[in-house]
């Protein structure tokens, strides 16, 4: 009996931390028939000490590795890297909603669950070995992100962002399966590794493994928001809830790079040849259409998306150097893209005016007058986000753009570095407004301790990854052994 | 072969000079009083140039290594250390530096009077990044305190600024991030072209490819072309000088322009010595053209600002002259010029400061009979202006006569066509002075003029004293830099590969 249990044990070790946080979030919605209204941000509180068990977990496991469930589930340095970064990312979307939702009095404990089940899912998703696994990862987390982002019932904008988000999701997951089922098709298995020996030893002139990859870079475009397959980011994300597009932004989007790492530069490996001059295609696309669609946009929220699928662009151009340095510049960017995305979401969801929620750009005005601290977090955002050093988007971009050069894409580097110029002047647009313009009547801005707290772990983040960068640094190339 | 010659004091002077700045900017978050905030500023500020006196005291001209070097690991993954050194040429410019952002603190006294404590703390944050760009031997470090410099001085033009800030102030910030991030891309092709390294000394002794030179060159040309700036990339120039603050005029003229030529000395020079050679003529032309052009702007300029501001244009086309003579004569005239440029467009800025805090209007029109008012005042905007021309006796004419020779060396018309600004440059400065000082007071606004008090005197003093120290003993700055530039010369010399011709002509010259 004790050696049964015992075993049980054994067995579910490896996927301790996702237990964790499905455990959490199922007595999440028990709970919350207990709790009067008012008290629903115990809830929050709750799930945040979840996540950080399961961090703590995943921590302490990061000395196992090796592959579990018959090969479906992988424990590698390269995915606790990644649950690292989705902890992050849904521990700031726990502390910036508390708030949000009691204001917007949409505070109910669904939200949390969601937010621990879509955790869940890119956790899965960066654990994958096997198609299968993957897919079920991507679904865990899609679905709890349309029902995120309709989470405000009563907006109609929020009903519509969920209403694209699912159709246009659905389509692309839809394309991922078809391209899914030929690579099946054609080797016999779902596995990551088996496909790899499979291509190893295939006729790559084959035209179906070809249509295969295009069909996983296109659904794989939709779902990192990479042009021409971005359209539906913008809309949602200003439709959202703000701490739901802050979420999306950081902790979906990171995924998906998660997955394509391990699919474009693990799995589908021998076709590295024609999918680096894909994916190369794709992130100037990307970055240009993110920077140059952004410079048009007075709301904060479309701003961000666009400047959310730009910094995608960015990440595609290290995915297409590839290689190990490729790789580990991809996961620093999205590591240090999620913590400064985060903090800007989280000073937009700060603004009001007159009770109602302020997303213009020109809302900001005078902010550098009215909270000198709050318009000063902003600033190192903006500015973390254009790239400019001593933050840590510019040891971000310089990474990648590093990678870029030693892998002999000079012009996707010089591409970048030139958009990344351009972003400068939306980026700096906020801050012109916040410090340069006179304030507006009736400014007030939405203030609470998780909410601070966010902003000073994002600010803490940015400023000390971008001076002294090696400890991140070596933690993401240590982690790229999963992949490679 | 250059030389760090490490940890020579018992303290880490250079990360003192750039770190005093970073401390007195924190300690200013926390000082609400705006008195208080400008005399702790000023501290911080006294403090840094007083560390100037063991830096030169202790500094030895006799050699061309870069001393007072430090050098930690710092992101080992990338091969990146945090190396600090100075010789003979940037010495200099952490000396000026210092000074003039001591004045510049002065200056601001009473001018700012909105969010002291913002403005700075800007400041000193500028201080530690210029600072900074002049001791890095980093390529990478060098790098951050380069783009670094560019936040405080957006705000300080786009904050403080007259009111066309907006505008100058993006233009400012990206014209200059569009040429430096491309330079960016030239580091990292460097790094791996040279086995994976930023070390600048390391670098300096590689020997890259002609192609790779070209493209490498061309590269950081454009960042540093912007930073200088060099016609045709200098329509920023006169929008960020006309709409900065005193201060923030006075460092832009002062100190930043001047990184675009130090880049050019540091950098472009010893790394890709054949496609330097291979870029004068291209060079020479654009300094020419900037020198007539910006002489030729500024007599059309209504707005004694932007008049200051198209003469630096001029003015900094002499220097680019002198520097890519490539020759001892030229080089060392260009950096006392850069010196010298520092000295009297900073005085001269200060100088528009005085005079607009009391009138409120830049327009040349509006003045006019002002020495009667202000004697003092017209008596310092003279010495300044016959420092402009250039004047035997001022700093300005041993600097323009040493880019003469240099450039005559390398080919006579491109010295005939730059003395001719020479002239041009006598002119408008002189019809300058007697439009603003001479005549009959024509402003009522005049009448009541008062004098320069004595703490604008006291930030004056020191760049009148330059003036005619570096006017009547120009070793004082030449015989700092000497070893450095004649080593420059002869690195270049020694590296070129592909144009024996050239290398001749430059070794007979050095020769002499």
């Known amino acids: ?484 | 072969m250059l030389e760090l010659k490490l940890y020579q004091l018992d303290y880490p002077l250079l990360s003192l000079m750039i770190f005093i700045p970073v401390l007195g900017s924190f300690l200013l978050l926390f000082i609400r009083n705006a008195a208080n905030v400008r005399w702790i500023a000023l501290a911080f500020s006294v403090v840094e140039l007083g560390l100037c006196l063991p830096l030169l005291m202790n500094f030895d001209n006799s050699t061309p290594h870069m001393q007072f070097g430090e050098s930690l690991s710092w992101i080992p993954a990338w091969n990146i250390n945090y190396t600090l050194g100075v010789d003979g040429i940037s010495v200099l410019f952490v000396a000026l530096t210092t000074l003039l952002t001591t004045i510049s603190i002065m200056v601001s006294w009473t001018a700012i009077q909105d969010r002291v404590r913002e403005f700075m703390i800007a400041l000193l944050f500028l201080e530690a990044g210029m600072i900074g760009v002049f001791v890095s031997l980093d390529l990478f470090l060098f790098y951050i305190f380069w783009e670094a410099m560019l936040i405080p001085m957006y705000l300080l033009i786009g904050v403080w600024g007259g009111p066309n800030r907006l505008y100058a102030a993006v233009k400012f910030f990206l014209y200059t991030l569009v040429g430096s991030v491309l330079m960016l891309v030239g580091i990292i092709a460097v790094y791996f072209a040279a086995g994976n390294t930023f070390d600048v000394l390391a670098i300096m002794n590689h020997k890259f490819s002609h192609t790779f030179q070209m493209w490498v060159f061309a590269a950081f040309f454009v960042a540093f072309a912007v930073k200088v700036p060099m016609f045709p990339f200098h329509t920023w120039l006169p929008d960020a000088h006309v709409e900065a603050p005193t201060a923030g005029s006075i460092l832009l003229a002062g100190i930043l322009i001047k990184m675009g030529a130090y880049g050019f000395l540091r950098f472009s020079l010893p790394f890709f010595p054949d496609a330097t050679i291979a870029w004068t003529p291209a060079i020479m032309t654009l300094s020419v053209i900037a020198i007539i052009y910006g002489a030729y702007m500024a007599f059309a300029q209504t707005d004694f600002k932007k008049l200051i501001a198209y003469s630096s244009v001029s003015h900094m086309g002499f220097v680019t002259l002198g520097i890519f003579a490539l020759n001892l004569q030229g080089l060392e005239g260009g950096i006392l010029q850069m010196l010298n440029h520092g000295i009297s467009t900073g005085a001269l800025f200060l100088a528009v400061g005085v005079i607009y805090e009391r009138t409120h209007t830049r327009l040349i029109a509006d003045y006019g009979g002002i020495a009667a008012k202000a004697p003092v005042y017209a008596a310092f905007l003279l010495i300044i202006t016959l420092s402009s021309i250039g004047l035997p006796g001022t700093n300005g004419f041993v600097g323009e006569f040493m880019i003469l020779l240099g450039a005559f060396l390398y080919s006579k018309p491109y010295a005939v066509i730059a003395s001719l600004g020479i002239i041009l440059g006598a002119g408008y400065m002189l019809w300058l002075y007697q439009r603003i000082a001479f005549g009959t007071i024509t402003n009522p606004h005049n009448e009541r003029l008062t004098d320069m008090n004595s703490r604008e005197v006291a930030a004056a003093f020191p760049l009148v004293a330059l003036v005619f120290i570096l006017g009547l003993y120009p070793n004082a700055a030449l015989r700092v830099m000497h070893a450095s530039v004649a080593n420059l010369v002869q690195q270049v010399n020694a590296k070129v590969q592909t144009a024996p011709a050239v290398a001749q002509t430059l070794s007979t010259l050095t020769g002499n």
Request: hydrophobic share 55%.
């Open chain 1, 1 to 484: 009996m004790f050696s049964m249990y015992q075993q049980f044990l054994q067995t579910i070790l490896p996927i301790l931390p996702e237990v964790i946080m499905i455990t959490v979030a199922l007595t999440v919605l028990i709970f919350d028939f207990f709790l009067e209204k008012d008290r629903k941000n115990v809830l929050g509180w709750y799930s945040l000490a979840g996540v950080i068990i399961a961090a703590y977990a995943s921590y302490n496991l990061m000395s196992m590795s090796g592959t579990f469930f018959e090969g479906t589930f992988l424990l590698d340095p390269f995915s606790v890297f990644f649950k690292f970064v989705f902890y992050v990312a849904c521990g700031l979307g726990i502390l910036v909603s508390i708030n949000y939702l009691k204001h917007e009095d949409i505070h109910r404990g669904e939200y949390y669950a969601l937010m621990l089940f879509a955790t869940t899912g890119m956790m899965m998703m960066a654990s994958a070995g096997d198609l299968i696994t993957l897919y079920l990862g991507l679904e865990l987390m899609a679905l709890s992100s349309y029902v995120l982002a309709g989470f405000m019932r009563s907006d109609n904008r929020s009903n519509e962002a969920a209403i694209k988000y699912l159709v246009l999701g659905a389509f692309s997951s839809g394309i991922m399966l078809y391209g899914m089922s030929l690579l099946y098709g054609l080797s016999g298995t779902t596995k990551l590794s088996g496909i790899l020996a499979f291509l190893r030893g295939a006729d790559l002139a084959n035209p179906v493994i070809f249509l295969a990859l295009i069909m996983l870079i296109v659904s794989f475009g939709f779902k990192v928001a990479a042009a021409p397959f971005h359209q539906w980011a913008p809309d949602v994300y200003e439709g959202a809830p703000t701490p739901v597009a802050a979420f999306m932004s950081a902790g979906p989007k990171v995924a998906g790079f998660a997955v394509l790492l391990r699919i474009f530069l693990y799995a589908l490996e021998p076709l590295r040849e024609h999918s680096s001059a894909l994916l190369a295609g794709l992130a100037f696309l990307t970055m240009a259409v993110g920077n140059i669609m952004a410079l048009s946009q007075t709301n904060i929220k479309r701003m961000l998306a666009y400047s959310s699928i730009a910094h995608a662009g960015y990440a595609l151009v290290g995915l297409a150097a590839g290689g190990s340095e490729g790789a580990a510049s991809v996961m620093l960017y999205v590591g240090i893209y999620a913590l400064m995305n985060m903090g800007a979401f989280g000073v937009v969801i700060m603004l009001r005016k007159a009770g109602e929620r302020g997303e213009e750009i020109a809302d900001f005005a005078g902010l550098g007058k009215t909270n000198k601290t709050v318009a000063f977090l902003m600033l190192i955002f903006m500015f973390s986000l254009t790239g400019i050093p001593p933050l840590a988007g510019f040891v971000g971009k310089f990474y990648i753009f590093k990678s870029a050069v030693e892998a002999g894409l000079v012009w996707l580097a010089v591409a970048g570095v030139l958009f990344s110029a351009i972003s400068a002047y939306f980026y700096l647009r906020v801050i012109m407004v916040m410090y340069m313009h006179e304030p507006k009547a009736e400014f007030k801005l939405l203030q609470s301790p998780s909410l601070a707290l966010a902003l000073a772990i994002s600010v803490t983040a940015v400023i000390v990854i971008g001076v002294y960068p090696t400890a991140l640094l070596n933690f993401a190339r240590a982690s790229i052994t999963g992949i490679l």
